[in-house]
């Protein structure tokens, strides 16, 4: 503040300045009647008044010296500057409310932040934690499936080999079995031939035992040498039978053993497929637990990040209130200096240097009122210099908020 | 993506609405008073909405309403200050803006205003 340069003064100019024109003019006459009546006493009635009138003239003179600027009484500057005084407590009461409205403002926008900036942290914090379980559980869940990829691929691998030894084993059990059908096949033949020999056999015994008949006792021994033929060609036709019954035997039997051959097979293959079904759906499970969990942490992922956004925005929001702040202690500092300009010409005045104010300390403070924007700066006015506070900060007198004046009529409104 | 065109002298405020209104997924152009607003409509600048401060050097918000009113004849105009003479907030209506907001205004309630005006958004 420029003014705040002049305040020094000598002592000597506040008496001096006391007194006026017409104060220095009196004291001069009154010398010069004192002066008339000692040198011209018989006289003094009528020349006293002429020393009268001149020592008027040179006080009048004298003063206008004394006082050069005469730009009123010295009455009129103690009033001026009493009035000014008692006003300027005012002024500062204004000052104080606006300079308390800021910090009010101030205060609760950066405790809105730091709240929020707290909010944001804590909901990093859970979100991250979420994350690392996350994480840790995809890491199981994974190392879980290359278990069991692992296992599947031992299964179909065993699987693969088992039908690969099967499939050779199968061949050479094959070939074997149809060797031996064929050999026990060859046979059949020779049975039918050996059945043929006893049918012959018999025959020739018949015959045999019919010429022995007809060479009477001379053929007796041959007769004995017949019958044991055909004894033996019976014999021969039921061993010719047997031999076609094992043959038919054998032969079933090896088609049972191949049937059963390809029924182990069968089951061997379905154990294994059993096993690989049973892994996936081994497999099928865990993707089950899996998919809910995902969409719970997605949900709680998007709920997460809204809330941050959500905080992040109304900070950002909250930074309005330095343009608030900007506003009031701009008007606070145009307030100071109309001040300092203002008390430069009330020095001036009680060094006589200059004539009153034209503008009154109270009336400055009026002015003040045009250049407000918001109604914060309105009811810090109304409270300071005690008037009506105007609505609808008037309501909210008793919490003295006067961030929550700032808005005069709906803040948001819609044409 | 909705456009919208900020216009405030203060720099903390352009810095604040427009980050909230980035985060909230509208592209956002600004300028420093009504002048600067009022040659970057007249070089062919047509946002999906206006947000202007009224008390501003060089022209004023109210002055930057009427001319913008006359290049852009349905464009929203929302004016968001902390003048609170009812005098002003009856001419800015009387000149064709959409809606008058008192700073401060929350970053989360100045998105549903938004989502209010613009069609769509």
């Known amino acids: 503040m420029d003014g705040d340069k002049h305040i020094p003064a000598a002592p000597w100019r506040h008496w001096f300045t006391r007194f006026t024109v017409r104060d220095m003019g009196l004291a001069a006459l009154v010398v010069c009647a004192l002066a008339a009546h000692a040198l011209w006493s018989d006289t003094v009635a009528w020349t006293s008044l ?9 006080g009048v003179w004298l003063g206008g010296r004394a006082a050069p600027p005469q730009f009123g009484t010295s009455a009129r500057a103690t009033e001026v500057v009493a009035q000014d005084i008692q006003t300027l407590r005012q002024a500062f009461a204004v000052l104080k409310q606006q300079v308390d409205a800021t910090i009010q403002s101030s205060e609760g926008a950066v405790l809105s932040m730091m709240e929020r900036m707290n909010r944001v942290h804590r909901n990093a914090e859970e979100l991250r934690a ?9 890491q199981s869940l994974s190392a879980e499936s290359l278990g069991r990829a692992g296992q599947h691929g031992q299964a179909v691998a065993s699987l693969a080999e088992h039908e690969a030894k099967f499939e050779a084993q199968r061949a050479q059990n094959q070939d074997r079995v149809r060797a031996v059908a064929d050999q026990v096949r060859q046979l059949t033949p020779v049975a039918s031939l050996i059945g043929e020999i006893s049918r012959q056999t018999n025959l020739l015994a018949i015959n045999a035992s019919i010429e022995a008949a007809r060479a009477g006792r001379e053929g007796a021994g041959f007769k004995v040498v ?9 014999q021969t ?11 038919a035997l054998a032969a079933s039997a090896i088609d049972d053993e191949m049937t ?16 690989i079904a049973r892994h996936i759906q081994s497999m099928s499970d865990t993707l089950g637990d899996v998919v809910p969990y995902l969409g719970e942490l997605s949900t709680h992922m998007d709920s997460g990040m809204a809330v941050v956004t959500e905080d992040i925005i109304n900070t950002l929001g909250d930074m309005q209130f330095q343009d608030i702040n900007r506003q009031l202690l701009e008007q606070i500092n145009s307030a100071l200096s109309s001040l300092s300009d203002h008390f430069s010409q009330i020095y001036q005045l009680i060094d006589g240097q200059a004539p009153p104010p034209p503008v009154m300390l109270e009336e400055l403070l009026s002015r003040w009122t045009e250049n407000y924007v918001m109604h914060s700066q309105r009811v810090a006015h109304a409270r300071a210099i005690g008037a009506e506070v105007p609505e609808p900060a008037k309501q909210d007198e008793s919490a003295n908020n006067l961030t929550l004046a700032t808005a005069y009529g709906p803040r948001v409104e819609f044409f | 993506m909705k456009s919208v065109f900020l216009v405030d002298d203060s720099a903390t405020m352009l810095m604040s609405l427009k980050g909230t209104l980035e985060i909230s997924g509208f592209k956002v152009e600004t300028a420093p008073d009504g002048e600067a607003a009022l040659g970057k409509l007249k070089a062919g600048l047509r946002p999906d909405l206006i947000i202007t401060d009224i008390n501003m ?17 349905f464009t929203p105009i929302l004016a968001l200050t902390t003048e609170s003479q009812q005098a002003k907030r009856e ?3 009387k000149i064709g803006a959409t809606g008058w907001l008192v700073k401060p205004v929350g970053g989360a309630d100045l998105v549903k205003v938004i989502k209010q005006v613009i069609p769509g958004a």
């Open chain 1, 237 to 247: 036709s039921e061993a010719a039978r047997q031999i076609t019954e094992g043959i």
């Open chain 1, 130 to 138: 979420r994350i690392i379980e996350a994480v840790r559980r995809s």
């Open chain 2, 57 to 73: 050097p060089k022209l004023d918000g109210i002055g930057l309403i009427r001319e913008a009113r006359k290049l852009l004849r």
């Open chain 1, 226 to 234: 017949a019958a044991e033929v055909r004894r033996l060609s019976t």
């Open chain 2, 91 to 93: 001419e800015a209506k």
């Open chain 1, 50 to 58: 002429l020393w009268m009138a001149g020592g008027t003239a040179i």
């Open chain 1, 260 to 275: 059963s051959a390809r029924a182990m097979h069968g089951d061997s293959a379905a154990h294994q497929l059993g096993e």
